[in-house]
């Protein structure tokens, strides 16, 4: 099956579901908070009771592969379910993997996340842009051809990001302003939205940066981090209508109980909904 292009689908998904992306994140605290082990069956359970609870009302479910991988080939196995499911019940899954390497290897992470039969096939993926935004080019070839997206950083959440992504190159760009500028060359022309995006963390004073690239802003920081939906005005200025909100411990705190889980997420909607008009 063809999919449409990722920037179009998730366009579609943020209009009618609500600006808000949960992120899957089953931290070993919050295994023990939902009366689970830290073992697999208690990531099998997290996982499937938080895409049983918000795949068929979020717009974008982000399992961070880390929680996954932390319990090797059985927790891959699990992530590969979790996208599975959640992608089924209707949400757009974006892996959170933050890849990046030389191109040749790059090819290999693409077709991991981005080749239609393959088992982790996400509708999109995070990726870091610090071996060279040309080093990406095998996963934004992947993902045009086939409907999905790529996320690059470039101002992250954390407060170390800044020492690399504000450094100031030879030709007086600073790092994320390149990232972001190239972004921009590669959704040049897309309708309504590209499908190349950035991560911009919520919890920066200010971008001090061009966000229009005419693709998707991921600003994780929210809840646990210290911003709120807010900060968004502020921080992303005319893309805020491009902004994809990600939460992932303040809404997952909420559960195991389904219920709980949905009206956490349904807040954060109704909050992004006011700070955005
Ligand atoms: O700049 C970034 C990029 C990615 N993340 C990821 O988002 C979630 C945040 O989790 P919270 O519980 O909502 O703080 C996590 O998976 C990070 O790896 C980020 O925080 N900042």
Redesign the pocket.
Known sequence: MTLAPFGARLRQALDTRGQLCV?I?PHASLLASWGLGDDIAGLETFSRTVVEALADRVAVL?P?AAFFERFGSKGVAVLEKTVEEARAAGALVLM?AKRGDIGSTMAAYAEAFLAPGSPLFSDAV?VSPYLGFGSLRPALDLAREHGCGVFA?AL???PE?GEVQRAVGADGEPVAAAVLRQLAAENAGAEPLGSFGA?V?ATLADAGVDLAINGPLLA??????GATMADLPRVFGASVRNVVP?????VLKHGPSVAALREAAARFVDEAAAAVK
Do not use: E, F, H, M
């Not at 994780?220 to 981090?225: D, N, Y």
């Not at 990600?246 to 303040?250: A, C, G, I, K, T």
């Open positions: 992120g994140d982000k961070q959170d995070t950083l992250t959440s954390n990001g991560v963390g994780p920081g929210i809840g646990a981090q990600s939460v992932s411990r303040d």
